[in-house]
């Protein structure tokens, strides 16, 4: 197995949470040399300097070249899940159910049936009631299950049953006898783990996630199954392509949050907050604005994104002409919604041909507009050219995806030649 097949399963599995892969991150940046930028204080950087900026389920790393030139990679850190809701106990059937809300477009039924995680964020009472504790958590064991309706009741299940999500989606945590009983249950369970007192716990963010490890499929091994592929293949690549360039501009690896919800959050891609840190960036490099504008127009942006494959099932839902198969490589991606355009995808197609690289394209069927992602938002902010790239998977948005497990290194590899390029 390839260093960079084997070190996504690790983000894969590590990363259940934005905040968990985003610590993954960080401890990634940490073994190679970068040091931590508090968020609120004056930036200490130098040239030639490793630095990286976190802020909760976003991070934004730094290499600082010698050239005043701009290079930056982004990603999102968010998936689709089920969000646990405050006071969600329920209980019928002798069991007790938590309440959630889908976060994202996620493909429901594929969250039955199927051992469930539950990770996130708790934040903790302090003597300073303006800045909570804030500690991550997760069960090292499977906690829920959201269980289909037997055929025998549901007769047809099998030609497509709509889910409603606050009836259909709610998950098991336990049998539970007394309705009493579930009255703050679920924060005595996180105090326990914590080692803290209810008392004391002043909020969470809590998520459902797909509790089965990554895992590499087929006779050949050539198929990487996986919850998350959509988007953490992109924060590995955007990461590993930083700490392994050897160009001398500045470059950037961004990874936001929120962006399966739209973006416009503090921490998502349509928000000031990149733009706040190439100011701070560049006041700690003594670098006039101008300097730094004229970086912005000169620098370029990867926007990395997973690409949706041509189903073998259903080639009729591709494109005629522009369908990225699973194994062909990086998928270059172009449409209204996206930030390519034809001086970016000139640009994309010339690394990758130096380099020798598969590039494929993705287009949407004309008749079926696609998503969209943090690329046009940020090019938009900064007036910077950008191109939108990413592996190729099925059944995107999918509890468990999948993808051709070769493309990854395609991916790392292009991610490398876009920070090292000239």
Not at 184 to 207: N, Q
């Amino acid at each position: 197995m390839s260093d960079s097949r084997s070190e996504l399963m690790r983000f894969l599995d590590g990363g259940v949470s934005p905040v968990h892969t985003v610590a993954m991150a960080k401890e990634f940046l940490t073994e190679r040399g970068f040091s931590a930028l508090p968020l609120a204080e004056p930036f200490s950087v130098r040239r030639g300097g490793r630095a990286y900026i976190e802020s909760g389920s976003f991070l934004a790393a730094v290499t600082v070249g010698s050239r005043d030139t701009l290079r930056i990679a982004a990603a999102h850190t968010d998936w689709p899940c089920m969000r646990i809701k405050p006071d969600p106990e329920l209980v019928a059937g002798g069991c007790c159910r938590l309440s959630v809300e889908p976060y994202g477009g996620a493909i429901l039924n594929s969250w039955l049936d199927r051992p469930l995680g539950l990770a996130g964020t708790v934040l903790l009472r302090t003597d300073d009631p303006m800045r909570p504790e804030q500690r991550l958590i997760r069960w090292d064991a499977p906690l829920l299950v959201i269980p289909n309706l037997a055929i025998h009741m549901n007769r047809e299940v099998n030609k497509g049953v709509p889910y409603r999500a606050n009836v259909d989606m709610l998950p098991i945590c336990r049998t539970m006898r007394e309705a009493c009983e579930k009255d703050g249950y679920l924060v005595r369970e996180i105090a326990a783990k914590l080692d803290v007192r209810p008392l004391d716990i002043l909020s969470f963010e809590l998520s459902a996630y797909c509790y089965a490890p990554s895992a590499l499929v087929g006779f050949q091994q050539d198929l990487l199954c996986s919850p998350r592929l959509d988007n953490l293949t992109s924060v590995h690549a955007c990461l590993r392509g930083l700490v392994d360039a050897t160009g001398d501009t500045i470059n950037i690896a961004v990874l936001y949050d929120s962006e399966e919800i739209g973006s416009n959050t503090r921490r998502g891609a349509d928000s000031s907050t990149l733009t706040f840190l190439l100011e701070k960036l560049a006041s700690g490099l003594g670098m006039a604005r101008e300097t730094l504008l004229d970086a912005c127009f000169r620098g370029m942006l990867l926007s990395c994104d997973a690409a949706h494959a041509q189903h073998p099932n259903h080639p009729e839902f591709a494109d005629a002409t522009s369908a990225p198969v699973l194994g062909g490589g990086v998928a270059l991606k172009r449409s209204p919604r996206y930030a390519s355009d034809a001086e970016t995808c000139a640009v994309i197609r010339g690394l990758c041909d130096a380099n020798d690289i598969p590039l494929q394209t993705y287009m949407n069927r004309a008749d079926l507009p696609g998503g969209s992602t943090v690329g046009s938002m940020v090019s938009a902010l900064l007036a910077m050219p950008a191109a939108d790239v990413g592996v190729p998977i099925l059944a995107m948005h999918s509890a468990c995806e999948t993808m051709g497990a070769a493309d990854q290194d395609s991916f790392v590899r292009l991610c490398t030649a876009f920070f090292s390029a000239k």
